[in-house]
């Protein structure tokens, strides 16, 4: 079954908006690019745990090259990092669509 880092990450990043009130974009997003508990980057795996990391990104392996295009990574160098650094790579590069459609969502039932 293929892992779906998006809606795992929503619910990451839901989570970390009920402990704040914080509702700015970018502030959210400097601070969650470095959070262990939404991308992992501040450590350097958000798994802590290579063969999870390893099930994260077996079938999206396309998402890997679409961040590492993204942040001109080379794709031999990150697959010889391991997948920890995979899986935070895809982390960091979902973010800020992620944070965007959670923050429109939040608006959305705030107005209901």
Do not use: P
Not at 45 to 73: P, V
Not at 86 to 103: A, K, N, S
């Amino acid at each position: 079954m293929k892992y779906n880092y998006f809606e795992a990450m929503k619910e990451d990043v839901k989570e970390y908006l009920k402990e704040t009130n914080e509702r700015d974009f970018q502030t959210l997003y400097d601070n969650m690019f470095v959070d262990d508990s939404i991308t992992g980057n501040a450590s350097g795996s958000y798994t802590f745990n290579t063969w999870q990391a390893e099930e994260n990104i077996a079938h999206n392996m396309d998402l890997l090259k679409e961040a590492l295009e993204e942040f001109d990574g080379d794709y031999g160098e990150t697959l010889e990092k391991g997948a920890e650094n995979c899986d935070v790579i895809i982390r960091c590069y979902l973010l800020g669509q992620v944070l965007q459609e959670v923050l429109e969502e939040l608006e959305e039932e705030e107005e209901e």
